[in-house]
Structure formats: structure tokens, C-alpha cells
Nanobody
Framework: VQLQASGGGVVQAGGSLRLSCTYS????????MAWFRQAPGTERAFVAA????????YYADSVKERFIISRDSVKSTVTLQMSNLKPEDTGVYYC???????????????????WGQGTEVTVSS
């Protein structure tokens, strides 16, 4: 499995960005997909996740009502639509995936075996 994240950039507070992660492999439909982010000097933190069917989504409290995660089974991609961005959203965003994660554990980086290379998001005030 390989993951390729893209879409990062520099945006002013209140702006929007759309991140994409392309999944290369055979098991996209069987994989839970997630986004994490890491700001300088901090640990990697959960942002959002989506289950295999796309019917269940999970969000960190800090991004609820502002971010939307979705997946496209035809293109094998997962997208994170980010709106009303804040300076505290700044960081490197990573997509991650694995096959079977209990929904109570989706926010833990240790549960994910496969990671993309990250895409940087900078939100200026």
C-alpha cells in the first residue's frame, strides 16, 4: 500500500483548502482512511477518519463543523475539505490507513500501519 497526499499550501485564516490522498493498492474498499496532523514540536494528532463504506465519519472536536472527510471508491482517494481555517490548524497533514480498526481506536496513530508522506498546511493570521 502506498499513500500520496497533496493539496497543502498557505492560506489566510478563514480560508479553505482541500487535501487529497491517493491510495495505491488492492484493498481501498476494505481500508479505513484517516487524516492526522503534526505541528512543530508536537505529537501527531488525529483529525478525521472515515470507515470502509463511507457511512461513518469521525472528527477531532477541534475540527468538527469545519472539516469534512470523504472517499471516492472509483478513484481510490480520500479527501479532507477544510473550511474556516485557523492558525492552529497549521501543520503537516498525513493520511493513514489500515484494514481493521475498532471505531473506538480510530484516533490513535499506533493503529495505522500505512502512512503517506505528508502535505504542509500553513494558516496565517
Amino acid at each position: 500500500v502506498q499513500l500520496q497526499a497533496s493539496g497543502g499550501g498557505v492560506v489566510q485564516a478563514g480560508g479553505s483548502l482541500r487535501l487529497s490522498c491517493t491510495y495505491s493498492g488492492r484493498s481501498f474498499s476494505s481500508s479505513i482512511m484517516a487524516w492526522f496532523r503534526q505541528a512543530p514540536g508536537t505529537e501527531r494528532a488525529f483529525v478525521a477518519a472515515i470507515n470502509q463504506s463511507g457511512e461513518r465519519t469521525y472528527y477531532a472536536d477541534s475540527v468538527k463543523e469545519r472539516f469534512i472527510i470523504s472517499r471516492d471508491s472509483v478513484k481510490s482517494t480520500v479527501t479532507l475539505q477544510m473550511s474556516n481555517l485557523k492558525p492552529e490548524d497549521t501543520g503537516v497533514y498525513y493520511c493513514a490507513t489500515d484494514y481493521a480498526i475498532h471505531r473506538g481506536n480510530v484516533k490513535y496513530p499506533r493503529e495505522y500501519k500505512f502512512w503517506g508522506q505528508g502535505t504542509e498546511v500553513t494558516v496565517s493570521s
